[in-house]
């Protein structure tokens, strides 16, 4: 089945600094790659997601790069903000309406 | 309903009681799951269902856990003669399926039990 690996599992970062969170998977057939953020006591939302024909993907501040030849994917935040302290979570699917896996989450902590 | 609804949203229950916990996806989302977080961690993938397909339950960790999914619609994951491990936030997320494509997950604001 599905393997994802996130990291780092903790991220401490200046306020205005960039943070990057990567994850790496083992099943080539992954083709879609979303992001989600948990604020403390909320549920995980979507904030970004790829899918593999495409390398990157970008939303304002934050961008999603994939490297399916090394198989590992990669959010990344710029001009951080208080706000963006929260837990992150990749994940991943192989499609064909099959299950998302998830990784072990990154708390973002962005310091004043 | 506007989102994913569960209940109870807290639930304590003494060691060795049976419990259930409901989850009411978005309607017309043919995809549901179930999720454990434990406190500070991850999203432990439970069980998944999608259409009329059999159910994904490789991620249950024993066989005091169940669920089912009536009608396409509403689901109920039970946990049999609870243990204190057990105890964690249950989490139920819906999506669409479309095309064969995996679709943005919704999620209900869980279950938080608590096994005493």
């Known amino acids: 089945g599905e393997n994802v690996e996130q990291h780092p599992s903790t991220l401490s970062v200046q306020e205005g600094d960039s943070a990057v969170i990567k994850c790496t998977y083992s099943d080539s057939a992954s083709n879609y790659f979303p992001w989600y953020k948990q604020e403390l006591g909320k549920r995980p939302q979507l904030i970004i997601d790829i899918r593999s024909n495409v390398g990157e993907k970008k939303d304002q501040r934050i961008a999603v790069t994939l490297n399916k030849t090394a198989k590992h994917f990669s959010l990344h935040i710029t001009e951080t903000q208080p706000e963006d302290s929260a837990v992150y979570f990749c994940a991943l699917s192989t499609g064909g309406g099959n299950k998302l896996t998830f990784g072990t989450g990154t708390q973002l902590k962005v310091e004043l | 309903g506007a989102g994913v609804s569960q209940s109870p949203s807290n639930k304590v229950t003494e060691k060795g009681k049976d419990v259930e916990l409901r989850c009411d996806p978005i309607s017309g989302h043919t995809a549901l799951y179930w999720y454990r977080q434990s406190l500070g961690q991850g999203l432990e993938f439970l069980i998944y269902?999608?259409?009329?397909?059999?159910?994904?339950k490789s991620g249950l960790p024993s066989d005091r856990f169940s669920a089912e999914r009536t009608g396409g619609s509403v689901s109920t994951l039970t946990i049999q003669r609870t243990q204190q491990e057990d105890s964690a936030v249950y989490l139920c997320a819906s999506s669409l399926i479309a095309g064969g494509d995996t679709g943005e997950l919704f999620f209900g604001e869980g279950s938080r039990l608590t096994v005493l």
């Open positions: 269902f999608q259409g009329n397909s059999a159910p994904d």
